[in-house]
Every structure is written in structure tokens, then in C-alpha cells.
């Protein structure tokens, strides 16, 4: 019923994706924040639009409490490889949100289960999941949003080989490496439950040579006649397909097919710089899925990009 509303008020994919996986974990700030910032978007002509948000509004009301409080309170103290918790922020860093509107998406989630500190970052339009192995914890599963100046002071850190300290205490976080230091406290807002969003169904995989398709795509065409805008910001539109010998080719404007799948260009550049290999996979599934860029050899790391939907 909620995503019913949210197509008929006109909302992106993207965010109706964030809404649900936060309507489903009782994210009530990221819910809110969406639909408030989704409606200062809307001509003030759209009064069913507005009269849908107030019905949902009312009804996040009456949610319960959210359950997931205790993992944003713990204390942890864990050791991770410089090495790998640098290769990590560089894989999710250029998802980070920066709309002011919804703060709770301006950091990297650093998501501390078992021996494992998983990074993710969401702007809603992209989001970027990477892992890193760590040692020393043996406590609850801890979450905490880094602000994302401190995220990059903890990256400038992450040069030497040995291995650095994470330490969380309820909001502060502090890294050390050797005698360097940096510390600060996280953002009090709720992350979205990444876990829910990285679900997909299985789509059509295609191996991609990164030096090759970057090329086709920094000169191939893009879609025309229509005019995008993405937080206030006009982008350029690349319709990806994949052929019957398993390719990906980007797609001439007009010629459609319903399987194609239309991507901001820029956000997809940026992904396949994050992925860090010679070669990456591309996962395409239905035009309404996200596209998904995946490492062969660590399918750990991966980005996901929303698309885009063509006009008719």
C-alpha cells in the first residue's frame, strides 16, 4: 500500500526504495525527511500528491519505537589492516549524500558484525557497500554514521602498513594509527537498513572491461530531448543494454528496447573508478532495478545505481 502512494505522489524510484527499507526498520527521520523533501519538490498544483503524504504521515504516527536503538549506543574497540579499511572508504565515498535536507545520509555507516566493519554510503540515486576484515571485537553488532570530514581525516591516516584502532564509544568515534590521531562524534540521525536495499533479484551479468566501456561512455551517446535534473543539478543519460553475446553496449538515442536500462552517466563513472579493477561486472536486471557494479574477485564491494525512467 505504501509504495502504491509513493508512485501515485510521483516519487523517484530511488526514494521510494529508501522509504521502504526505512518504513520497514521504523526509520522514522529518513522517512520523514523524504517525504517532506519530495513534497517541497511538487508544483503546488499536485493537491492529490500532498493529500497521499498526509495519509502516510499519519499513519508513521502510529509505528512503534525503533527496535534498533541499542546498536547506535555500544561501545567497541577493534583493530583493522590500514590497508583495507583505506580501500574500503575510497570504494563507498563517492556515494555519500550532501542534500541538507536529509542529513542522515551525509556520512559513511560503519556497520561493526562479528569480525567484519562493513562501510556503506547512499545518496538515495547511488549507494556503495564495501568490507573490511578486523580483529579484537567479540561484542554486539555496533552501528555508527561517520560525518563525512571526519571520514576523510580517518582516510589521510589509513598510509601505513600497520594496523589501525577504531574505537566506539556511544556518538564519538576515534581512530589511531601508530601515534596519530583523529577523533570526532557521528551523526545523530538513523542510517537506512542497507541490508534490505542490497536484495535484488538476480539479473543479467556482464563482464566489462573498465579502460573499454569508460570510453564507450565518455563518448558515446546519450539520451537527448528530455530534461534531468538531479538534486537541482542537470546530468547527461546513458542507456545501457546487454546483447545476445553477452556485451554491454551503450545505447543510440531512440533506439529503445524494453529491456534497456537508462543511468545517470556521471554517478556510473564515478562507480566504476570506485570499483578499482582492470575489469568489473555489471548486473543489470528490470529497468526499475538497480544496476549493480561489482568486483570479480571480492563481491563484497559493490555499487548500486539507480535508474532512471525513460520517458515514453
Not at 499536485?46 to 499519519?58: I, K, P
Request: some cysteine; overall charge negative; glycine content about 8%.
Amino acid at each position: 500500500m505504501e509504495e502504491a502512494r509513493l508512485r501515485r505522489a510521483g516519487m523517484p524510484l530511488a526514494d521510494i526504495r529508501l522509504v521502504l527499507a526505512g518504513w520497514a526498520g521504523t526509520d522514522k527521520d529518513l522517512v520523514r525527511g523524504l517525504l517532506q523533501a519530495h513534497l517541497r519538490r511538487l508544483e503546488l498544483g499536485l493537491s492529490d500528491a500532498r493529500s497521499e503524504f498526509s495519509a502516510l504521515g499519519a499513519l508513521l504516527g502510529h509505528r512503534e519505537t525503533d527496535p534498533m536503538t541499542s546498536l547506535h549506543s555500544a561501545t567497541a574497540r577493534l583493530s583493522v589492516p590500514a590497508v583495507e579499511m583505506a580501500a574500503a572508504m575510497d570504494a563507498v565515498r563517492f556515494a555519500a549524500g550532501s542534500d541538507a535536507e536529509l542529513p542522515m545520509l551525509g556520512g559513511i555507516l560503519f556497520d561493526i558484525v562479528d569480525e567484519g566493519l562493513h562501510l556503506v554510503a547512499t545518496d538515495r540515486y547511488r549507494m556503495a557497500v564495501a568490507q573490511a576484515c578486523t580483529t579484537g571485537h567479540d561484542g554486539p553488532r555496533t552501528q555508527v554514521v561517520v560525518r563525512l570530514p571526519l571520514a576523510d581525516a580517518m582516510r589521510a591516516l589509513l598510509t601505513e602498513e600497520e594496523p589501525a584502532q577504531l574505537t566506539v564509544d556511544g556518538d564519538r568515534v576515534t581512530l589511531e594509527t601508530g601515534d596519530r590521531q583523529t577523533a570526532g562524534r557521528s551523526l545523530g540521525h538513523e542510517f537506512p537498513d542497507y541490508r534490505r536495499l542490497v536484495q535484488l533479484p538476480a539479473g543479467r551479468r556482464a563482464r566489462v572491461d573498465t579502460a573499454a566501456f569508460r570510453q564507450a561512455l565518455e563518448t558515446g551517446p546519450v539520451r537527448t530531448g528530455d530534461t534531468r535534473e538531479q538534486n537541482g543539478e542537470p546530468y547527461d543519460l546513458s542507456v545501457l543494454r546487454v546483447t545476445e553475446n553477452g556485451t554491454v553496449i551503450v545505447c543510440d538515442d531512440g533506439d529503445d528496447d524494453q529491456n534497456d536500462v537508462a543511468v545517470n552517466r556521471e554517478f556510473l563513472l564515478d562507480a566504476l573508478t570506485a570499483g578499482s579493477r582492470d575489469e568489473l561486472i555489471l548486473e543489470l536486471g528490470t529497468p526499475t532495478a538497480p544496476l549493480a557494479i561489482r568486483r570479480p574477485d571480492d563481491e563484497s564491494a559493490f555499487s548500486l545505481l539507480m535508474p532512471v525512467r525513460l520517458e515514453d
